[in-house]
């Protein structure tokens, strides 16, 4: 029963009506978050459960949803979900900006008017191509192509707005 509610939770995050000016709505990700930390850690059993609900708790507001939803992703890991390794790499790095440090993976990005994409803070230097691949992260070259095309895409949605 878990797996089911965490994806269902998961899947109606990412409907449209669910997400304004690219955040979650503040009362459904009240809810679902909420909804996750009720089910505890005794609910979840297999990889999968433990998938969706590192998912769902990345949507969190605070530096220890995020720690959270990264330690779940390893334990989805563990339990035999290798598709749970960018979830684990992306919820490092949202915790590491959301306390003031910087990513090491380069899996968030930020867009706001008036200004570049970026993914900064964010230390290029400390883990290499290789291991990016490895924990299913793209390289640094294809992160940069993908920056500018969310610049690109920016830019295009602001010149039909006006």
Not at 68 to 81: E, P
């Amino acid at each position: 029963m878990p797996r089911a509610w965490l994806a269902l939770a998961d899947s109606d995050l990412r409907q449209p009506g669910n997400i304004a000016d690219g955040e979650l709505e503040e009362e459904a990700l009240a809810g679902f978050v909420a909804g996750a930390q009720r089910l505890g850690l005794a609910a979840l059993q297999s990889g999968d459960d433990f998938y969706h609900a590192a998912f769902l708790l990345q949507h969190g507001a605070a530096p220890d949803d995020y720690l959270k939803a990264h330690l779940l992703a390893m334990v989805a890991i563990a339990r035999g979900k290798p598709g749970a390794t960018w979830i684990a790499s992306a919820t490092l790095d949202r915790y590491l900006q959301s306390i003031g440090k910087p990513q090491l993976l380069g899996t968030q990005f930020s867009l706001s008017p008036n200004t570049a994409a970026s993914q900064e803070p964010y230390n290029r230097a400390l883990v290499p191509d290789a291991m990016r691949k490895a924990l299913r992260v793209p390289s640094i070259a294809e992160q940069e192509k993908q920056r500018l095309e969310m610049e690109q895409q920016s830019s295009m949605t602001k010149k039909t707005s006006n």
